[in-house]
């Protein structure tokens, strides 16, 4: 047992990250302890997850249940602090007691609060992807100069940390991310013109939140990790490549210069990743069984059919671009998703409102972050803009 707890700040609590996580910690007491959460708006949730734990710093981003659960103060653990917004966040990422942060909130609103974990010295655990897409060289770049450590959630990644750990980077040919096809996988190409929401969030190996389930159906979800990916591990696009795995199981191949590879094998389940993230180096039991090799199962693999799924050929797209381009890409697809759900667009013209603000986009070589957030909200705009309009 190590000396002293690791003390967890978990940004997104209520969340399909977050409630693996707090699985995750609720197995390895003697080596966990939660100490922050926070969440948008379910603040019943919050209190009831910070009674659980013992936690006394709750953020709650919402403005209105903010209110609320100011009114209730008898529904949170005696003494708990609430912080609210986006400083609520930042305030808890460099909360004096924690060792690491968790950030899971969708999309890139986690990027100032992992900057702040990051200048007050805390290792990061990072499953938002998206903001490694908007501003990946910053973030590492920062990582780099605080000397912390960035540890991947996101399945695919973590499974890339493991292979990789031990090797030279000039060792490195390849890495390979397995990609479950989505809800969509075998679908014909002229059925999905038809695709509804609960169409696609009808993921057939992972249960997840509602923007990454129709991410996966796009392969956009794909798309964002090889992104990320070469953020992580310093890789050139060409050396970032996705493949068809239906069962889940493999969840990375990394091939070396002399031909040999590394793959990574655990059920689909989020919390093996999270546990690898969140007690690194340590190895304890794991919170759900391993893969049973007592039952026969097969591990299949195929190409991706990029003519079906552009999503991932145009991230390959603004990975060689690089600049603002994935910024833009992922921006623009955070616009788009949230129009499918709610009924606005078809699950088709996800891919042609993208790739129409890609090519409005101007290029920018090397934009500093603040020209990388203005071209974010501008492909946002942009986006918005090739929405059908909305019903009266
Ligand atoms: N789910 C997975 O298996 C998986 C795997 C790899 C990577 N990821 C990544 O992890 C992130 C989270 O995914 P998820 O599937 O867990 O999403 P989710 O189930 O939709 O949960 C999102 C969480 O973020 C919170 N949140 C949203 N907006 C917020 C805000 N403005 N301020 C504070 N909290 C906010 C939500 O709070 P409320 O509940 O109050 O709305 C909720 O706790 C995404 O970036 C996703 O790409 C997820």
């Given at each position: 047992m190590s000396a002293r707890r690791k003390r967890i700040v978990l940004l997104g609590a209520t969340g399909s990250i977050g409630e693996s996580t707090r699985r995750v910690i609720a197995a390895h007491r003697d080596r966990l302890e939660l100490v922050a959460v926070a969440g948008r708006g379910r603040w019943e949730q919050l209190a009831a997850i910070a009674r659980e734990h013992g936690v006394r710093e709750v953020g709650i981003f919402d403005e209105g249940a903010l209110a609320a659960a100011r009114a209730s103060p008898?529904?949170?653990?005696?003494g708990t602090r609430l912080h609210g917004g986006l400083e609520g966040l930042r305030e808890l990422a460099r909360l004096?007691?924690?060792d690491l942060v968790l950030v899971a909130v969708?999309?890139?609103?986690?990027l100032e609060p992992a900057l702040a974990a990051i200048a007050a010295g805390k290792d990061l655990a990072l499953a938002s992807k998206e903001i490694l897409v908007l501003a990946g060289p910053f973030v590492m770049a920062e990582a780099r100069r605080h000397g912390v450590r960035i540890l991947p959630v996101d399945s695919e990644h973590n499974a890339v940390f493991q292979c990789l750990e031990?090797?030279?980077?000039?060792?490195?040919?390849r890495i390979v991310l397995t990609a479950?096809?989505?809800?969509?996988?075998?679908?014909?190409a002229e059925r999905l013109a038809q695709a509804t929401p609960a169409d696609a969030l009808r993921h057939p190996n992972w249960s997840m939140g509602p923007k990454i389930t129709v991410d996966s159906a796009t392969l956009a979800n794909k798309g964002l990790e090889l992104i990320e990916a070469q953020h992580l591990f310093g890789?050139?696009?060409?050396?970032c490549g996705a493949v068809l795995h239906p069962?889940?199981?493999?969840?990375c191949l990394v091939e070396f210069t002399d031909g040999a590879m590394l793959a990574q094998l655990c059920p689909p389940s989020m919390t093996f990743p999270i546990q690898h993230a969140l007690l690194h180096p340590e190895r304890p039991p794991g919170t759900e069984p391993a893969l049973s090799l007592e039952r026969a199962f097969g591990l299949e693999f195929r190409p991706v059919d990029e003519a079906r799924f552009p999503m991932l050929r145009l991230a390959r797209e603004v990975m060689v671009a690089g600049g603002a381009a994935p910024a833009a890409y992922n921006a623009a697809n955070e616009v788009a998703v949230a129009a499918f759900l709610a009924g606005r667009?078809?699950?088709?013209a996800i891919p042609r409102v993208v790739e129409t603000v890609l090519a409005e986009m101007p290029t920018l070589p090397s934009p500093d972050l603040a020209a990388v957030l203005a071209a974010d909200a501008e492909a946002r705009r942009r986006a918005a803009a090739h929405l059908p309009a909305a019903n009266p």
């Open positions: 008898a529904a949170f653990p005696p004096p007691e924690a969708v999309g890139t609103l986690g031990g090797h030279p980077a000039a060792a490195v040919r479950s096809g989505g809800a969509f996988r075998d679908w014909p890789l050139r696009p060409e050396q069962q889940s199981i493999v969840h667009l078809p699950f088709l």
